[in-house]
């Protein structure tokens, strides 16, 4: 388990590595047991992870962040480059024992940062009403509702926020 407050260590990482695929496939079992109101299958798990890869969060399309903690990875957060100057973030999850520790605003600031050094000027992202904690976090960085950018059918909220 991991201790609070230790210190958090942020890389980027290929999306294919070990360590995101260990990130992503708990992001997924996390968003797919709280859409299904039961523990996600890993047949389940496995089908958005083959029909939703994340190969495009790596360069020179994307970044995709680690969060490290006693060299454990314990989140992960992935921007998607979209012309013109938009990123979009992509896979933000925190494992539940560094919950409440701040990692996934440290994530978001990083990934702003970057964002910025990449000419990028206007942020978006899409979630959904229960990823309660997600909306607060993203609100707290000044992310607003806009019109819908996609047609997913699993997203009930669209958020964008312009870069300074």
């Known amino acids: 388990m991991i ?5 958090v260590t942020l890389v980027p990482v290929s999306p294919e590595s070990a360590e995101a695929r260990g990130l992503m496939r708990a992001y997924f079992d996390d968003i797919l047991s709280r859409a ?17 890869p994340s190969d495009d969060l790596a360069p020179p399309h994307g ?8 060299d454990t990875a314990v989140a992960c957060a992935g921007l998607l480059l979209l012309p013109p100057a938009t990123a ?3 896979r933000v999850y925190t494992a539940p024992p560094a919950r409440g520790q701040g990692i996934g605003a440290l994530l978001l600031q990083e990934l702003e940062t970057r964002a910025r050094e990449l000419g990028v000027t ?34 009930d909220h669209w958020l964008a926020k312009t870069l300074s």
């Open 3 to 7: 201790q609070s407050r230790q210190p």
């Open 36 to 52: 299904y109101g039961r523990r996600a299958t890993g047949t389940e798990i496995d089908a958005v992870l083959h029909n939703a």
């Open 63 to 70: 970044l995709f962040l680690v969060a490290r903690q006693a």
């Open 88 to 90: 979009e973030i992509r």
């Open 122 to 155: 206007r942020m978006r992202l899409d979630t959904r009403d229960d990823l309660v904690e997600a909306r607060r976090m993203y609100a707290r960085f000044g992310y607003e509702e806009v019109p819908a950018f996609n047609d997913d059918p699993h997203v």
